[in-house]
């Protein structure tokens, strides 16, 4: 039964991160890599849910985990590092959460329309702090191994 919900969630996140990629334009040669980087990001936090750990702490790391794959990627293949970001994230994007906050602001449902909208914005943030961690990571090391050698 795991294994079945696995590979279900392995292929369908494989599967809307490449659609996301084709929506955004990105090159025939690199979908399957974003989607590739969307489906190991979709799977840390499919993990780290289960076993318990808190929303905010798992899509912070799996958005970090994102950004460090997402920068490996573009500097292997020469290209934009928001090609694989971009289409990568998807998975995480609270957009079921922003619906619901918005059709509690429309019912008059003010207190669960907070609850859903907090929520949002605090899952956004935490992507956003996921791939700023990833970018000042890059930028260590990048300045690490300069440093190295030029002693």
Known sequence: MIILSFIQQLVTSLIATGGFGILFNIERNRLIHGGIVGMVGWLLYYFLIEYHVNSLIAIVTASLVIG???????KKFKTPIIIFSVSGIIPLVPGGLAYDAMRH???NDYNNAIQF???TFLFSGAIGLGLILAEVFNQFLG???????IK
């Open 68 to 74: 460090v794959i997402s920068h490996i990627f573009a």
């Open 105 to 107: 602001f429309v019912e």
């Open 117 to 119: 909208a907090t929520q």
């Open 143 to 149: 300045k690490t191994h300069l440093a190295n050698r």
